[in-house]
């Protein structure tokens, strides 16, 4: 059987594949401890179920516009009023099964074959193969020197004859780092200069942790708004992973290009999964809160014991929920190597760095209970001090 070349280069997304070998050895009845998929462990608020359970009860169970009900497509706009201050309409949003589809959505309405993608590594994993599929070509800017944080000059080095795009992210999976205001402006003044549209990634833009404060790009540049798409979604703010919804804001034209695109693709996101959103949008913002302050106390304890350890070096993460720690200086430099090991010999599955295109790191999800956080870098710590005799 003959496969095709794009499906042929794409690569398994690491994060899942080492969530999904953690529940394999789990099911074997081993004693696994997984940081690797970000995912929260609450449960959907009562607001996002509540709403769900009506839908049903109503008959809400079929085809909505392929963009999304009205009333969800109207909330976002709401949202972003009263968070943001920005002014967008219903025909300005796009509902999808989760915000990988309108990042898709997105690449194959822009991108041609041959053309470039600005990248800031470490970057998240499905960024370059959503890249590829359009036909594309990533342009990693390394940030590691520089504090998580492009410089001008890095940027505008990267920029060639067929760079089309910038791709930002904000709270940063897997680093943790928030891009502050100038930061963000000097993206978006390139951008403009250049004459490259921006997909800017928020999905965390609740997770941010004082002093730190998330800054949406278009209140850095406001100037910007014809070029930026925004990416957002219900899963990480609202623990709502399963239910698939993610959205785009964006330019008129550029929405209605993703819309005809998902006509083709998915068609609508699941309608009782759309008005389990609205629910949460409207009156979960509270449990929102609630869960971003408990991730607060889980980054300062995993923090806390990863920098107890030898040969590990971690700044603390902004945002998100995610530790990237720096392995270079351990007997097992090879990240890749590194978690193989640590999973085999203490049953704690992370990421390796060089799935975000920074070798020598790991990424390590704190989207789990206390209790996992203080046994799993325990065994770390063991891992760690064994490697010293």
């Known amino acids: 059987m003959k496969f095709s070349k794009k499906i042929l280069n794409i690569k398994p997304s690491a994060t899942m594949s080492i969530s999904d070998m953690a529940k394999a050895m789990k099911a074997e009845g081993k004693p696994v401890l997984s940081f690797g998929a970000g995912e929260p462990d609450f449960g959907s608020p009562d607001a996002a179920n509540e709403a769900a ?7 809400e169970s079929h085809y909505t516009p392929t963009a999304g009900i009205a009333e969800l497509r109207a909330e976002v706009c709401s949202y972003y009023k009263k968070r943001f201050d920005l002014d967008y309409a219903p025909n300005q949003v796009i509902v999808a099964p989760g915000a990988k589809p309108v990042l898709y959505e997105a690449m194959q309405a822009l991108v041609d074959d041959g053309d470039e993608v600005i990248l800031f590594a470490p970057a998240w994993v499905s960024y370059v193969e959503q890249i590829h599929m359009a036909g594309g070509r990533e342009k990693v800017v390394d940030t590691i020197s520089t504090n998580f944080l492009p410089t001008k000059g890095n940027l505008l080095a990267a920029i060639g004859e067929k760079t089309v795009g910038i791709v930002v992210n904000s709270p940063s999976n897997p680093t943790g780092a928030i891009y502050p205001a100038e930061i963000l402006k000097m993206i978006a003044d390139v951008a403009r200069e250049k004459d490259l549209w921006i997909i800017f990634d928020e ?6 942790y004082a002093p730190a404060k998330h800054v949406n790009i278009l209140n850095a540049a406001p100037e910007a708004k014809e070029r930026v798409i925004l990416i957002n979604s ?3 703010t609202y623990a709502m992973t399963g239910w698939r919804i993610g959205y785009a804001i964006g330019p008129k034209e550029i ?11 998915t068609s609508n996101a699941c309608s009782i999964a759309q008005w389990a959103a609205l629910g949460a949008l409207k009156n979960a913002n509270g449990d929102a809160e609630k869960m971003r302050a408990e991730f607060e106390k ?3 304890v995993i923090v806390d014991m990863l920098r107890d350890m030898p040969y590990v070096k971690v ?4 945002g998100a929920f995610y530790v990237f720690a720096d392995i270079r200086g351990c007997p097992i430099p090879d990240d890749m190597k590194f978690c193989a090991e640590l999973l085999d010999k203490k049953y704690v599955a992370a990421v390796p760095g060089s799935a975000f295109f920074a070798p020598g790191f790991l990424r390590l999800s704190y989207a789990c209970s206390m209790e996992n956080i203080k046994a799993g870098m325990t065994r770390m710590r063991e891992f760690m001090e064994s490697l010293k005799k």
């Open 53 to 59: 359970i009506e839908a049903i009860k109503r008959g």
């Open 234 to 236: 219900a899963s990480k």
């Open 298 to 300: 889980r980054r300062r």
């Open 315 to 318: 700044k603390e993460p902004e």
């Open 255 to 265: 929405i209605s290009k993703t819309n005809a695109l998902q006509t083709h693709l």
């Open 203 to 208: 999905v965390y833009e609740r997770l941010a």
